[in-house]
Every structure is written in C-alpha cells, then in structure tokens.
C-alpha cells in the first residue's frame, strides 16, 4: 500500500531541496514498487518520514510496517529508494529528540540493527506524530514482550521440500555405522525426563546401563552427560559432548563419572589417552567451581588429559561484536583500520575457535584418540566445537543437506539457546544472554571456505532445498573420508566484509565478484542445455525406446559434469 501523492511537509528540514536520494545499496531500484508481503504477512501502518542515511543524506519517503518488516519507499522515482528491515533484525527502538527539539530533522526514530547497522528516520515535529508508528514498530518488532506470536507462526509460504524431514537421528546414526558392538543407542530420554535440553535419542556405551547413565547426570551441569557426536569409521574413535563436572570448591568426585569415561576410552581398543577438552580458559574453569562447577582434575582421571581452550564465554564475544560493530558502521576510519579491528579481538576468538575444532579433528583423525569437549553448560562452545570438527572431518557435512542435518544435530537438538542469545521477539536488548555464538560458528565456515575454495558447498533448508541450483558451489569436489584442516593463523584469517560491512558503501566493492558471475552465467547456460537434451530426448523418443539399453536422463548425466573454469 504505497502513498499516490507526494506528502506535504510544514518543517523547513523537510523541504530542503538539499535533500538526496541514498545510493543503491542492495536495495532495489524498480519503478512502482508495492510493498512486497509472504503469504500471512499484511500492512499495520505506515508514515511520511526522512530517511537520513549517513553516506549520501536524508531521503524523503514512507516507512511501511508490516508484521514481518519495516519497509521504506522513497518519495523519488529516478531512481526509486527502496529498502526492507525484517523486524527480527531489529535489536533496539529508541525515540530521537522531543517536541521542543532544534536543528534540522533531530525528532524522529533512531533504530539499532542486530545485523551492524543503525537506521534513522526523522518525522514531521508535531505533537505525537510518531506515537502510533512508534508503538506499532515496537508491539511487531518484539511480538513476544506484546504477547504476539512470532511471524514464523503466522508464514504461510508452501515450498515443495519440506525442511522438518532433514534430520532423522536414527538415519544420522545409521550413517555413522550405529548402533555398532561398542555404541547402543539409548532412549532413556525419550520423554526428555534424563534433561530437558538434550535430544530424545542418544548415543552411549554398549557396555553402560541406564542406572549407570542416571548416576553420571547428577555430577553433570543440567545432566548433560557425555553423549557421542560423531563415530570415525576407520579407527573408531569418537568425538563425545557434555557439560562440565560438578566437583565444585570441595573437589567432589564421582566414581561413575570416572569409570563411563574410562569405558569411552576403551571403545576403540587404542592404549592412548581419552583427551578432554574444556572450551574455557583455565582460569574460568577455576573460577566455576565457586559456583558448583569446575573441570576433569587428572588425578581423579587417570587415564585423561585435559586440554584448556582459551575460549572467552558469552559476555567477552557480545562486546567484542559491539566493538566491531562500532569501527565498520556508519564510518570506517581508514588510517587507523587494522589496529581498530585488532582492538576488538573478534579475529582472534574466531582464531581460538577454529584452533580449538582443529586440535579436536586432528586428535581423532591423527592421533585415533577419543574426545570429550565440553565448556560450561555445553551448549555453546561446545556446539561450535564439535560442529566445526565433524566438517573437517566428514565429507558428508560440506554438501548442503550435510550441512543441514549437522546444525539440526549438533546446535538444534543439543539445545543450543538460539531464542536467548539473538533475542528473538524480545524487547531486552541489554539481557546478559544475548551473544553471536551461532555467528561465530557460520563466520569459522566461511574462513574455511575462504581457505579451501574446492571443498564447499553453501546452504539452508526447505527454500534453499527447492532451488538447490541456485545455492550449489561449483568448485565443491566430493571427497570422501579427506579431512579438511583449515589454517588458524591471523595471517590467514580475514574480516568478513560483506557480512560485517555490506551496509558501508564508502567500503564494500561496488562490482559483483567475478567468479559469482561467472558462476551464474554458466548455470544458466547448463540449464540450457539441460532444456535442449530433454527436448531432443522427447522429440526421438521412439528411437530411443526402440534401443535394447537405455543411458541415464538427460538431468542425471548432466549434474554428473562438473563445471570447468
């Protein structure tokens, strides 16, 4: 529902002919454009605002709230201003300037991104002009503080791949060559009575019963016992999860804990070590014994050894964010970038975090040695633990339906707290829980992507599983059983400009990238081919029905070919 007439101002600001159109930054520049809606999405309201954005100046246009986005419309045709905001992204609506306010466009809104970008609109300054799109933004944006559902219960789009049937436990299992003589698959937390937050069906040692795994819960943080991620299927060795012991001040121990650790070591008939590796930093991990928690002493597990990771918890990675958010949005202070983006430190958790995955495969893959990570809790160092060294280690992980089934496993099921730490639907933006741990995760994807270019493949569910050509990386070679090792070294780790800095347009690369062209260039021109053999299959059909030995489809041949550059 867009406006048919230019709408007249009364503040001087607002019809200062000074005022320029923003330049297209990802936003499309089609005449006419409507508010785009998915099915279940409708208007709420919309008003006559001033974009002020902090390249090129203010832009007269509408702001259209829906209950999925906010979405602006220039007032201008040649070009046409158009943006959308997903009111998910939103972390923050503040009100800017009052009634009585001075200066040219100082009464408005002022909104915080959770995606490293702030917005701006300036409103006509009358009494109230902004209360009711101040309070619709606000009651859609954070549906959950407005007792509303989130818009992903009310998206009515039907695609033809259903997502939910990605991940199977029991066919991942199997897969992985499970249950096996030393593996059982145990269904004591079938009615997730064992812990709330650990998946239905796990993975335990053969030669353990459900006493034995009742015993070890209650000397693990939330009962998250260690339960098997991933199976090698050369050596046997596996990589376990959990969270940390309950030793606490006293330094309790726990004789089951010890002995189904001792059982793990002896599932892969290998005389070394079981290797633990606690995600924190070592003194964190002291520290935690104030509360109750604390680590795997090697006195009381003699047939361990505990590795400290280094990994800052939760609060250290959500600073570390506002820092970078701060020196790529809106301005990037060129002479002194590199010891700007140094003072964040964001580059270096992501090299302790890729460090940390690599010494897990390499233990595995290398040394045929069982693991147990854990951190705290285990639901988020360990997560991007255990998910990065299963994609180094297993092929299957770096197609996209691999992909898929591994953040289902490894993040989803394992209870990594999604809604908490991006603050889905909520209006706290200052809650302590809030951390980009998942970002941190598909940012060490990228570095590896970035790294080794001919093993990857990109991803994500049920729309991406129903284009799959639009989505599938040409130079992704299938290799089975090649562990694939990024390097973690700073010299070779970079800044993920076109996440962090798209919405800079003093920074990010005007030209699309060469070989993306390209890309697409020979897939449309695959396609048809593709189109073409089928018509001539139809067209001989007769000939071909008449042959004694009939070749693959035409489609099965050609995505057997691999795409040359």
Request: glycine fraction near 4%.
């Amino acid at each position: 529902m867009a406006a048919s007439s230019t709408p007249k101002y009364n503040s001087h600001s607002l019809e200062n002919p000074s005022i320029r159109r923003a330049p297209r930054d990802g936003v499309n520049q089609e005449n006419d454009v409507e508010v785009p809606c998915l099915p279940g999405e409708f208007i709420v309201t919309e008003k006559d605002v001033i974009y002020m954005c902090p390249f090129n100046g203010p832009v007269k246009g509408i702001i259209h709230v829906t209950n999925y986005k906010l979405f602006f419309k220039g007032e201008e045709t040649e070009p046409l201003v158009t943006f959308s905001v997903p009111l998910g992204v939103i972390a923050r609506i503040e009100k800017m300037g009052g009634a009585s306010s001075r200066g040219e466009n100082s009464y408005g809104l002022d909104i915080t991104c959770k995606d490293m970008r702030n917005l701006r609109f300036a409103l006509k300054q009358e009494v109230h002009s902004r209360k009711q799109i101040f309070e619709d933004l606000t009651k859609y944006a954070f549906p959950l503080s407005h007792n509303l559902p989130l818009f992903a219960f009310q998206n009515e789009e039907k695609f033809p791949e259903n997502g939910w049937s990605v991940y199977d436990p029991i066919n991942e299992f199997r897969r992985q060559g499970l249950p096996s003589e030393q593996w059982r698959v145990t269904f004591i937390n079938k009615n997730y009575e064992l812990c709330d937050t650990y998946p239905q069906f796990l993975v335990v040692p053969y030669n353990t019963n459900e006493d034995d795994l009742r015993k070890v819960a209650t000397f693990r943080s939330r009962n998250r016992i260690p339960v098997l991620s991933w199976l090698h299927s050369d050596n046997q060795s596996v990589i376990m999860r959990c969270s940390q012991p309950l030793v606490g001040m006293s330094g309790k121990r726990n004789k089951d804990d010890e002995r189904y650790l001792d059982i793990i070591r002896e599932t892969n008939g290998q005389t070394s070590k079981l290797t633990i590796y606690d995600a924190r930093p070592s003194v964190n991990a002291v520290a935690n014994k104030a509360t109750g928690g604390g680590y795997e002493s090697e006195d009381a597990y003699q047939n361990a050894e505990l590795v400290f990771l280094d990994i800052h918890n939760i609060h250290v990675m959500r600073e570390s964010l506002k820092k970078l958010k701060d020196i790529v949005y809106p301005n990037v202070e060129e002479s002194h970038w590199l010891s700007s983006l140094e003072s964040t430190h964001w580059l270096e958790h992501i090299k302790l975090v890729l460090t940390g995955a690599i010494q897990v495969a390499d233990k595995v893959a290398s040394g045929k040695s069982s693991v147990v990570v854990h951190c705290s809790d285990g639901w988020d160092r360990t997560a991007q633990l255990t998910s990065l060294a299963m994609l180094m280690l297993d092929s299957y992980y770096r197609t996209i339906i691999g992909f898929e089934v591994l953040v289902q496993k490894e993040w989803i099921s394992f209870g990594h707290k999604f809604s908490s730490r991006i603050g889905h639907g909520d209006k706290n933006h200052a809650d302590a829980d809030r951390s980009p741990i998942f970002l941190q995760f598909i940012d060490c994807v990228w570095q590896m992507s970035k790294q080794k270019v001919r093993e990857r493949t990109q991803t994500l569910w049920s729309l991406i599983n129903s284009e799959k050509s639009k989505h599938t990386n040409p130079f992704y070679s299938k290799e089975v059983n090649r562990v694939l090792y990024p390097v973690a070294s700073m010299r070779h780790l970079e800044l993920w400009v076109n996440y962090y800095i798209r919405w800079n347009t003093r920074i990010r690369l005007q030209q699309p990238n060469p070989v993306e062209q390209r890309y697409m260039e020979l897939l449309a021109l695959r396609d048809d081919y593709v189109r073409r053999l089928e018509e001539l299959q139809v067209t001989n059909s007769p000939k071909l029905n008449s042959t004694s030995t009939s070749p693959s489809s035409p489609s099965q041949l050609m995505s057997q070919l691999q795409t040359p550059f």
